[in-house]
C-alpha cells in the first residue's frame, strides 16, 4: 500500500522556434572559468504551456527542456513556481535563481533586467474562427467589419482589437467578456460550440486548445509577431551561452521537436460520449472476466472499473495517449513501474487493468475521511484517476474556502476543480499544485458515471 501512495502521491505556441542567440560572452570574458552550478534553481510560472501537473506527473514544455538541460549536464534542476512574470524577474535579479524557464517577451521593458537565451518563440495574436470551407473563412482583419468578437475585459485582445476597429473606421463588434465570468480558454471552447462567433488568443494559446478543439481555425494572425527566449541575469552571460550551446546540439533540437509535437500538436481530444456502446449482448468488453477478476479482488463494482476502461480507450490495448499514457486504462509509465509494470507490460491488458484496479482502491482509501458516502466518493475516485490525486485535493480545499461542499462532486468539488484554470485560483494560498485544466476530468466523471448506470441496469454483477 505504501508503493501504491506513493506512486498516487508523486509530485513536485509557437510559430516556430530556433536557438540562434549569439555568444553573450564580451571580448575579456574567459568563460573556462566559469562552470555550471551542482544545482541549477529555476523558475517557471503555471500555465498549460511551461508547467503543470497531470495525473500526478510533472510536465510543460519549457519543464520537460530545463529538466533535459539539468540530466544533460549532470546537475540538479531545483524548480520553483512563481505567481507572475514580474515576479519571477525578481527572483531572478535577487539572485534567488538562476533561469527563467519561461517565455519572456523580448522587448526593451526587459532588457537590462533578462538576459535572453536558449529556445527563441515567436507568437502572434490569432482569430479564432470555426473551421469553414475557404470561401466562409475570415482571411482578412478587414472581413471584421460588422461581426461580433468576443474578448476578455482588460486584456491585450481587447486592445488589440480595438487598435484595429479604429484603423479600419469602426464596425467591429467588441464584446469584452469580464474575466470573473469567463477566461480565454472558455471563450475558445464557446467558439467550438457555436456559443460565440470569434475570439482573440495568442497562438501559442490556440495550438494548445486546437489539440482539444480540431474544428477551430487558427490562422489568421490580427497582430505584430512578439519574439520571446528563456532568460537569465545579464550578470550571468555565460549561463546564456552554455544553455545556448547546448540547445545547438542535434538531441536537444530533437527533443525540443518532440516535445512541440507532444503539447502543441498531439490530439488531446476526447471521443464523442460513452453512450454509444452496446450492452444488448450482456456484456460490456471483450474483457468483462478480467474487469471481473480484478474488480472482485479490488473491492470494485466491475462494471464501473469496465465503464472507465470504456472511456479511457475503447479497451484498445494499443492507445499511447499525448501524455504517454497506455494500455485500456490509460496507466502512467511512472504509476505502471511502481507496480512492477515496465516496457510492452505496461500495455498487457490483464496487468494494465490489476494496477488500474490497486490505484482505485489506494484512492477510495484516501478520500475516506473526505467523502464519508461510497457512492459519492466514487466520483471523487474516478476525477483523481483521471487529473492526479493533487488536483482533487486543491479543489476540495477550494470548495472548503469558497462555500462550497467538499463532500459533494456535481455542482461543489466539481465547480472548485474548474476554477483551477484561473490564475486568482490557482495561485491561492490553500491551493498547492497550481494550474489545472478540469474541463476534461469533469466531463471524464459525467461519462464514466453515465456509463456506469447503464452497466448496472443491464449488466449483472
Known sequence: MAAIMAAIYVMTAFVSCGTGNASHQSDTDSSNIYRLPDTLRVATL?????????????????????????????????????????????????????????????????????????????????????????????????????????VEKGSKYQYRMENINDNLGG?????????????????????????????????????INKTYYPDLDITLPVSFTQRASWGVSPKKPWLADSIDAWFAMEEPKKENAILLKRYFELSKHMPPSAMNIDLSKGRISPFDNIFRKHGNNSGIDWRLLASQGYVESRFDSTVVSWAGARGVMQLMPRTAATFGLTGDRIANTDDNIRVAAEVLKALDKSFAKDVPDKEERQKFVIAAYNSGIAHIRDAISLAKKYGKNPAIWSGNVEDALLMKAKPEFFNDPVCKYGYFRGKETVRYVKDVMSLYERCKKDISS
Do not use: W
Open 46 to 150: 503555471y500555465s498549460p504551456t511551461s508547467y503543470f501537473l497531470f495525473r500526478d506527473e510533472q510536465m510543460g514544455y519549457d519543464y520537460n527542456l530545463a529538466n533535459d538541460f539539468a540530466k544533460a549536464k549532470g546537475i540538479v534542476l531545483d524548480l520553483k513556481v512563481a505567481t507572475s512574470l514580474n515576479a519571477m524577474i525578481d527572483m531572478l535579479d535577487s539572485g534567488i535563481v538562476d533561469l527563467l524557464a519561461y517565455e519572456i517577451p523580448v522587448t526593451s521593458e526587459y532588457r537590462e533586467r533578462v538576459l535572453p537565451c536558449g529556445t527563441e518563440t515567436y507568437t502572434t495574436q490569432v482569430l479564432v474562427q470555426p473551421r469553414r470551407k475557404a470561401s466562409e473563412r475570415i482571411t482578412d482583419v478587414t472581413q471584421l467589419i460588422g461581426r461580433d468578437v468576443y
Open 171 to 207: 464596425g467591429i463588434n467588441i464584446h469584452a467578456v469580464d474575466r470573473d465570468t469567463l477566461i480565454t480558454e472558455d471563450l475558445i471552447a464557446m467558439v467550438s460550440q457555436g456559443e460565440i462567433p470569434l475570439t482573440v488568443v495568442d497562438s501559442d494559446i490556440a495550438r
